[in-house]
């Protein structure tokens, strides 16, 4: 009797155990503050964070007084300044990450770099004649192919010596002060086009309209990592911004979702997150923003992978990264 009343109370209590949340020995129960190494013998400060999609190696663009480009590996002490200059898109390769400088904040000429692990400096893959204006939206697809859009649209680069560099067939991109993002795995891109944001892809003779009112100032772009949700992000949380979201899992009129007053739009999967004008991290779920249990105030967020965790920096005379576990 008081065996089968045993075993009763111990199935029970596995029970209960599937719905209780699972962590990791060692895991901290809620956000903790990162140390950053040093770059260069001077000490970085946060202000944009992107994550290598398998979450062991960071990007961050400030060092120090200055705007710049350093990088590290999760088991690094130092972190490797790349570069001093204005900075515009990043992406990460298997070995290292390709990122764009330019001479000048304005009206400098563009460089496409490529920086592999373990390297001194990082080599410069692509100027001139291969890039007109700003280079934007650039992605690394294995095995071989560098994309990115320019002035006269959406193009493919191929390592070699020099590299080879195609325009894909489609419309053209031509707004060299806006931002945009290929989607995960695809050459679907979202851009500006005549001041409308629009979704473009290569192979598509016209791009498709997002928006009816023109002249956006499209400062983020988000994608799901099914690639079938893409958030926009319309000017900064604290400056009023608002983030667009929207389903657009097949070639036609895609689906405006929601709209939220915000900024710094992020997936992490395929879950959906922002920072809100009061600079509270949220999370939308079914229809309902709720907020994410961090301090204010956020000014940007990063992440990867499928479960987290995600990234939020803390803006301040000293800014800070924590790290927040998703459950």
């Avoid at 934007?136 to 294995?142: D, E, F, I, T, V």
């Avoid at 958030?231 to 979702?257: K, M």
């Avoid at 939308?284 to 995600?310: M, N, T, Y």
Wanted: aromatic letters at 8%; one cysteine or more; hydrophobic letters at 45%.
């Amino acid at each position: 009797m008081w065996r089968w009343l045993a075993l009763l109370l111990v199935a029970c209590t596995a029970v209960a155990g599937l719905g209780a949340v699972r962590r990791t020995p060692g895991e901290p129960e809620g956000p903790v503050v990162l140390t950053l190494p040093a770059a260069g013998g001077e000490r970085l400060l946060a202000t944009h964070l992107q994550v290598r999609p398998d979450g062991r190696a960071f990007a961050l663009w400030h060092v120090g007084d200055r705007y710049a480009l350093a990088v590290w590996q999760a088991e690094d002490d130092e972190a490797v300044l790349l570069s001093r200059t204005a900075l515009e898109g990043l992406a990460w390769a298997r070995d290292g990450l390709y990122f764009v400088q330019m001479s000048a904040p304005v009206g400098g000429r563009a460089e496409i770099l490529r920086y592999r692990w373990g390297e001194e400096q990082p080599e410069v893959v692509l100027t001139g004649g291969a890039i007109r204006g700003r280079p934007r939206g650039l992605a690394w697809r294995s095995p071989g192919l560098l994309l990115y859009a320019d002035d006269e649209g959406l193009k493919a680069a191929q390592p070699g010596i020099p590299w080879r560099v195609s325009r894909l067939t489609g419309p053209g991109i031509p707004d060299t002060l806006q931002y945009g993002a290929f989607a995960p795995g695809s050459l679907r891109y979202i851009g500006i086009q005549g001041g409308y944001l629009v979704l473009a892809e290569a192979g598509q003779a016209t791009a498709v309209p997002l928006t009816e009112a023109g002249n956006q100032s499209l400062t983020r772009v988000a994608w799901s990592e099914d690639g079938r949700r893409v958030a926009l992000g319309l000017g900064y949380a604290e400056l009023g911004g608002r983030i667009l979201l929207f389903d657009v899992a097949g070639w036609g009129t895609p689906r405006q979702v929601a709209e939220v007053a915000g900024g710094s739009p992020l997936f992490v999967g395929r879950r959906f997150f922002f920072v809100d004008p009061e600079g509270q991290v949220m999370e939308w779920r079914e229809g309902q923003a709720e907020p994410v249990a961090v301090d204010r105030p956020a000014s940007s967020l990063a992440g990867a992978g499928r479960e987290g965790p995600l990234y939020v920096i803390r803006p301040g005379p000293e800014p800070a990264v924590l790290q927040v576990p998703l459950r």
